[in-house]
């Protein structure tokens, strides 16, 4: 059973940093695609960044240039390195792995990122 294990979240002021982590078990997850994604109250969830199989990663508009988005195989984890953190941040953190086995995704259950002004 493929499971996703988000940490890391937690309240920061306005132009801190937090790094998110992403645990993934069940699964060897070398050759899928990662992203996390935020949903903030009363908005759809968004995509805010992704990294292919190849170590290839796209951001959100509005996070490029502050956030950064890795993988360690070794360790099936996924990371989001968040510097200059603004209170539009606030949100709910998820992480999606999508398998290239199948075209399965599996969803986290997320992490609340509190950013305070």
């Known amino acids: 059973q493929v499971q996703l294990v988000e940490s890391g979240g937690g309240l920061v002021q306005a132009g801190g940093s937090l790094k998110l982590s992403c645990v993934v078990s069940?699964?060897?997850?070398?050759?899928?695609?990662l992203y996390w994604y935020r949903q903030a109250p009363g908005k759809r969830r968004e995509s805010v960044a992704l990294?292919?199989?190849?170590?290839?990663?796209s951001y959100a508009a509005s996070v490029k240039g502050r956030f950064a988005i890795s993988r360690d195989n070794a360790e099936n984890t996924v990371y989001l390195r968040m510097n200059s953190l603004k209170p539009e941040d606030t949100a709910v953190y998820y992480c999606?792995?999508?398998?290239?086995?199948?075209?399965?995704?599996?969803w986290g259950q997320g992490t609340q990122v509190t950013v305070s002004s």
């Open positions: 999606k792995l999508s398998s290239s086995a199948g075209g399965i995704d599996y």
């Open positions: 990294v292919t199989r190849y170590g290839v990663s």
């Open positions: 069940g699964t060897s997850f070398s050759s899928d695609t």
